[in-house]
């Protein structure tokens, strides 16, 4: 089956620095998202990606984050000058067509990426 | 602001028991109530709902939506410990292609 892979599965750094998160999503798909989920809170949105840029962001991203499709399989989002309060999972997530027209089986997460800032 | 909310925030039920779990929604421009499993990362799709009163099955799991009162349900027979997880409902718009998560209700089945 058809999977979301992300690496790392967990980095710790130090406040301050700079962190890239790597995904690879399912081949085919067209759309790819960011989620965050700091320990014991919900699920939250970060950001969306179509086409090579960026379709829709929610207030949580903001400078600090970006995203990037450096290559045909790649998906990544940096983190700079991390914060303790940005240690969370961070979970990619891919689909394969526009979400209100047609679509079968929604959104396919990877098993995430635990950050950890100290 | 949207809002999606969870009830109950955590269950703990022997296992057997019948269990139902609530979301309500409070959006613009409703699409689509999904709901996901989560255990130890990422969550696992369960149910796409989109049209009202229509039940969606899957073994022991039910699902329904109620686009008049705003609301579903996630219903689960005979419960085992293998249910144990986090059961997330996440709502989509037809504006925007982002997933709007509730907190979550986390479900402990023990024997």
């Known amino acids: 089956e058809p999977e979301v892979t992300q690496t790392p599965s967990h980095q710790v750094t130090q406040m301050g620095q700079e962190v890239i998160l790597r995904c690879v999503p399912i081949s085919n798909h067209l759309y790819f998202y960011w989620y965050r989920q700091i320990l014991g809170q919900k699920v939250e949105f970060l950001v969306s990606?179509?086409?090579?840029?960026?379709?829709?962001k929610s207030e949580i991203f903001d400078d600090q984050f970006s995203v990037e499709r450096p290559d045909g399989s790649n998906f990544t989002l940096k983190i700079r000058s991390t914060k303790l309060e940005d240690s969370a999972m961070y979970f990619c997530?891919?689909?394969?067509?526009?979400?209100?027209?047609?679509?079968?089986?929604?959104?396919?997460f990877g098993e995430g990426s635990w950050l950890t800032v100290v | 602001e949207d809002k999606v909310v969870q009830s109950p925030l955590s269950l703990v039920v022997h296992e057997g028991d019948t269990v139902t779990l609530n979301c309500s929604y409070e959006?613009?421009?409703?699409?689509?109530l999904l709901w996901y499993k989560q255990e130890k990362k990422a969550p696992t799709f369960l149910f796409m709902l989109t049209s009202s009163g229509i039940e969606k099955k899957s073994g022991r799991l039910s699902s329904i939506l109620d686009k008049k009162e705003l609301f579903s349900i996630l219903n689960i027979t005979a419960t085992q410990t293998g249910d144990s997880a986090v059961y997330l409902c996440a709502v989509i718009l037809n504006t925007g292609n982002q997933f709007y998560f509730g907190t979550g209700t986390s479900l402990t089945v023990i024997p």
């Open positions: 990606f179509y086409n090579n840029e960026i379709s829709e």
């Open positions: 959006v613009t421009n409703f699409r689509s």
């Open positions: 997530a891919s689909s394969g067509s526009w979400p209100y027209k047609t679509w079968e089986n929604t959104i396919y």
